[in-house]
Structure formats: C-alpha cells, structure tokens
C-alpha cells in the first residue's frame, strides 16, 4: 500500500521502463499484404489506402526485395486477374497472376516467406467467396475449387497457405488435398474467426472483390458473436490448422484474448484495411501522431495474444523499430 508501493517508482527511468515492459513488437512476426493485378504495366497507389499499392508483376517483386532488405520477411498475396468468370477460373490457373507472382518471388527473393492468400472471390464475376447458385452460395462444390487453388499456389512456390473463405470443411479438405500432392510440409493459417466487417472496405476496392449482390453474411460471422469464433477455431484446428487466424484485429481485441487462451497454437491477427485506412485519414488531417497510434496499435494487437499481425504497417514498422 501507498507509500511502501509506488507504482511510478518503475516508470521514472527509462532504461527501467524498457526492463520492464511486458510486451514487444517484433518485425518477425509482421506479415505485409500485397497486391498483384495482372496485364498491369504502372503500379497504381491505391486511393483509400495511401502508401499501399496495385503492383504490377516486375514492381511487386522490387517492392519484395525492399520488404526483406528492411527486415519483413513474410508476405501474404492478393491477386486481382484480368479475366472474371462464375467459377473463378483465375484463382487456381497454374499461369494465374498470383502464380506467377509467387514463381517471380521465390526466385528474386528466395528466403522471404510467401503465403498464399486463398479465395474466390478476387476471381468470381459475382464477387463472392464461391461457387454460386441463383444468390446461394454453395459450400460443398466450392472446397473442390480451394483446394486447387491451394495446391496450385504451392507448386507456384508458396510457403503458407492461409484460406480466407469461411466455408465449413475447408481446412480439412485443404490438407488433405496437399498432402494427396506430397506438401505435408505446408502449414496452413487459417483465417478462422473472420467476422462480416465493415472495415474490409478499402481492400475491396483494391481488389476489386466487392460482391455484385447481397454480402458476405451466409459466409463470415457475425460480428456479435464470440462463442461462434472459439467453434470455428476449435473445429479448424481438428481439421488440421497450423495456425489460426482472427480477423478484423482492433475491434476484436476479446477474440484474440480468448482465442489465446483457448489454444496453444499460434495467434495471428489481421489488423485490416479499414483499420489501416483509419490511421491515414486522421493522421493526414494532423488529428493524430500516425507512428505512435500504428505502433500502439501493433502493441495492444500484440497484447491481446497475437503473436502473428498481417498488417499494411509492416514495412513502416520495420523501420520505426529499428
Ligand atoms: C478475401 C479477403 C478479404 C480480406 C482478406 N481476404 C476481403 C473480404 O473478405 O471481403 C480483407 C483484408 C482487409 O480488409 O485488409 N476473402
Ligand atoms: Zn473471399
């Protein structure tokens, strides 16, 4: 009790506040979400996410090389083609844009680790994460075309694969289908509780990925629901995930936190392009210090339980640490 206790005694030095800090932020664990558009010949700033990019095949792969020269040395990726089509052909076509991204990487950048980001719906002319009957979307007939697209993306070179689609089964028909091809070495991080957000808005743009009707709703949870995200985490993890995933990250502080505590696999949180986008505005106003707000930021996700952050700050964070 006060005065024997003084709790400002440890935060007058600052050599002793760093001693004894309870959490850090490593670049190890910084993950950069990139993207690919295919036919592109500029790389083009996207608008609701200033500093982020729609790369073309040759500047995707100088942006890699910075990324590991800086100290990032794992990317995920979004490939945006130039053809759509009902069944998103483009997703598992072994000359896809983010095949051939993945095949450019690995051979300019070889040690940087390539994850594979897998989903319809950058491919489908609909928008959705699927395969589509009238304005259902079918779960069964759709894990056939993850799987392909998983296994595509290895043989393309990826180190990782992490499905985004929210389908039932997925992870275990995922691994199953790379091991069928001999990739048992593969993990998977699966984007397991990925809520219906509002803040995946700039990526959509970005992406070109917003569905042409309804929403994502039938597929992603509902943002209200805590106990549906530990059984979509405890269900992936029986299926066979390395890792798992929870996704938006600041609004969702609790399900990491409980996510953590509920499993002793690692935590990766994707802190999204509205949460990034957020940042920006204010910051560009002069309305907040946007290097400490994106650090406190990357600190409470880490906080919360996540080991792992997929994050657009990653390649401004590998600079602010060192
Ligand atoms: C594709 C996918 C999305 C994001 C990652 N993978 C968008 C969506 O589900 O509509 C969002 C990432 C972000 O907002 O930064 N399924
Ligand atoms: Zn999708």
Same mark, same amino acid.
């Given at each position: ?23 850090? #932020? ?21 608008? =609701? ?9 040759? =500047? ?28 998103? $052909? ?33 491919? $489908? =002319? ?24 998983? +296994? ?18 997925? #992870? ?71 890792? +798992? ?61 996540? =080991? ?15």
């Amino acid at each position: 009790m006060f005065p024997t206790t003084r709790m400002r005694r440890l935060r007058e030095h600052s050599v002793v506040r760093d001693m004894v800090r309870e959490t850090r #932020i490593s670049v190890d664990g910084l993950v950069a979400p990139l993207f690919v558009v295919e036919g592109a010949t500029a790389r083009e700033e996207i608008r =609701s996410m200033p500093g982020q990019y729609r790369h073309t095949l040759a =500047s995707l792969v100088d942006h890699c090389k910075m990324l590991w020269d800086l100290g990032v040395k794992s990317v995920i990726l979004f490939g945006i083609p130039e053809v759509k089509d009902a069944v998103g $052909t483009g997703a598992y076509a072994a000359d896809g844009i983010v095949q051939k991204a993945m095949t450019a990487i690995k051979k300019a950048v070889p040690q940087l680790l390539v994850i594979g980001d897998v989903c319809m719906c950058e491919y $489908t =002319s609909h928008g959705h994460c699927g395969i589509i009957e009238g304005e259902r979307l079918l779960n069964d007939p759709t894990l056939d075309l993850l799987v392909k697209t998983a +296994v595509s993306q290895v043989e393309a070179g990826a180190d990782m694969i992490a499905p985004s689609d929210m389908m039932d089964g997925r #992870i275990g028909a995922i691994r199953e289908g790379l091991d069928d091809k001999g990739f048992t070495h593969i993990p998977i991080m699966s984007y397991a509780a990925k809520f219906a957000s509002a803040y995946y808005g700039p990526f959509r743009d970005a992406a070109d990925s917003a569905p042409a009707f309804g929403d994502r709703s039938s597929y992603q949870m509902d943002p209200a629901c805590i106990n549906q995200a530990l059984m979509e985490v405890e269900l992936d993890i029986e299926e066979g995930a390395d890792i +798992v995933m929870v996704k938006p990250a600041l609004p969702y502080l609790d399900v990491i936190r409980a996510v953590r505590e509920t499993t002793l696999k690692p935590v990766a949180a994707y802190n999204v392009s509205g949460e990034f986008a957020m940042i920006k505005a204010a910051a560009a106003n002069g309305w907040i210090d946007e290097k400490r707000v994106a650090l406190e930021t990357l600190l409470s996700i880490t906080r919360a339980g996540a =080991s792992i952050i997929l994050t657009y700050y990653a390649e401004d964070a590998a600079r602010w640490l060192k």
